[in-house]
């Protein structure tokens, strides 16, 4: 006699709202985790970059140089730099220690809407409206870029970056992975301007979202369309999608306020946050745990998990 299989355990959300973050830079562009978590990055419409550690709620520094509202940023691996992307066209690198500008890149033609570090945050990789991703080395003193790829049709509106890929969305309706191993480009045709790209945490899909209001999720290698995801509203604006930290679900952003998941095999809508009035315009989950930033409007929010809360309780 065999015994029934055990139920899996019923999926976590970062449900509950644990802090809000004044971040006084204006309207904030865009809200980033570091690489593990610890810290996070808000890009202001004031120009400013700011470091945070959400979890305590305490902000640690202001990185001030571009010359515009900034509208991305990352960390690095090892978390001693920052790069950031502006609307005055220009790519700055920051010592995070001393809050030092150490580079700004100047080439692309347009505001530029993205920017990643590579693996071993050796090169950083932009998107800009003017159609372009360039590539930037860190360690060279030279002021070109090491590689321009230009087959967008349009602008860049978001890029990640994996070991080996460079993965693209275009205003153009096109999602873009370049092979660096192979030195190929494979190009997927959604149809309606993409707002946001990213890899799955096993790397196996990509999911994009665009303005006809719908996440697809693709095989990475076919291009076959493995699920789709409505009942959000984006219509208008840039907002950001992303896996949660264990590939079981979807999350975006959506211009009603609230933010959105779907289980990812059955393509079903499995919770919504309500996040405020305005639009929900940036979202970044954490790489490990059910917790979750969201911006939306001047502010910030953590959200967590009754789990995460307990945490928090017990290290306070």
């Not at 019923?10 to 006084?24: G, S, T, Y």
Request: overall charge negative; hydrophobic content about 30%.
């Amino acid at each position: 006699m065999s015994f029934p299989a055990p139920r899996p355990p019923a999926p976590r959300f970062p449900n509950k709202r644990v802090r809000d973050l004044e971040c006084k830079q204006g309207a904030v562009r865009a809200v980033r985790f570091n690489v593990d978590g610890n810290y996070c990055l808000t890009c202001g419409s004031d120009k400013t970059l700011k470091l945070w550690n959400p979890h305590r709620g305490i902000f640690l520094k202001t990185y001030t140089g571009h010359g515009y509202e900034v509208l991305d940023a990352a960390g690095s691996c090892d978390n001693s730099q920052v790069c950031s992307c502006s609307s005055d066209k220009t790519i700055v690198l920051w010592d995070v220690a001393t809050g030092q500008l150490v580079r700004k890149y100047r080439g692309h033609g347009g505001k530029v809407n993205c920017v990643q570090f590579n693996e071993e945050s050796t090169v950083i990789v932009s998107g800009s409206i003017d159609s372009c991703i360039r590539c930037w080395d860190c360690r060279s003193r030279k002021s070109e870029p090491v590689q321009v790829l230009s087959e967008a049709k349009d602008g860049i509106s978001s890029v990640k970056v994996s070991d080996h890929e460079i993965l693209s969305g275009s205003v153009d309706g096109r999602v873009r992975r370049y092979d660096l191993r192979k030195g190929q480009l494979f190009a997927d045709y959604i149809g309606s301007p993409i707002t946001s790209v990213c890899f799955s945490r096993d790397g196996q899909c990509t999911l994009s979202s665009s303005l006809d209001s719908t996440l697809r999720l693709l095989d990475k290698e076919t291009g076959e369309l493995l699920g789709q995801y409505t009942n959000h509203k984006n219509a208008e604006y840039k907002l950001d999608c992303c896996f949660n930290e264990t590939d079981t679900h979807v999350l975006s952003g959506s211009e009603d306020g609230k933010v959105y998941f779907w289980d990812l095999i059955e393509g079903s809508q499995a919770a919504t946050l309500t996040v405020g009035k305005g639009v929900v315009q940036s979202l970044s989950h954490h790489p490990t745990q059910s917790c979750l930033l969201t911006a939306t409007e001047g502010n910030v929010q953590l959200w967590g998990d009754e789990e995460y809360e307990e945490e928090m309780v017990t290290a306070t």
